[in-house]
Nanobody, 122 residues
Framework: QVQLVESGGGLVQAGGSLRLSCAAS????????MGWFRQGPGKEREFVAS????????YYADSVKGRFTISRDNAKNTVYLQMNNLKPEDTAVYYC???????????????WGRGTQVTVSS
């Protein structure tokens, strides 16, 4: 089992920035690919970004490209999501995931964190 704990959410004005963190513990051998998902009000959960342990392979959803940056510190078993130029439509609960895979163009993950709320005011 892998335990994931997110932090760093909050309320920010449009155009502002936030940095989310996700610390993994437990069976960290299952954290080769980590990433972030989000679920906005009345919306389905969606993929945001993923990163391989080697940092050589990174993917972003089109909606966040150029604004969000995913990174990881393997020594700390932590993944980060730097979010810049935030928009009201970025408002969502952001979930950390571990052991992400993509099949038929759809991302899924084995392990989930409990989520952290990000609210962007206009």
């Amino acid at each position: 089992q892998v335990q994931l704990v997110e932090s760093g959410g909050g309320l920010v004005q449009a155009g502002g920035s936030l940095r989310l963190s996700c610390a993994a513990s437990g069976r960290t051998s299952s954290t080769n690919v980590m990433g972030w998902f989000r679920q906005g009000p009345g919306k389905e959960r969606e993929f945001v970004a993923s990163i391989h342990w080697s940092r050589s392979t990174i993917y972003y959803a089109d909606s966040v490209k150029g604004r969000f940056t995913i990174s990881r510190d393997n020594a700390k078993n932590t993944v980060y999501l730097q979010m810049n130029n935030l928009k009201p439509e970025d408002t969502a609960v952001y979930y950390c995931g571990a052991d992400l895979i993509m099949r038929a163009g759809t991302w899924s993950t084995t392990y989930w964190g409990r989520g952290t709320q990000v609210t962007v005011s206009s």
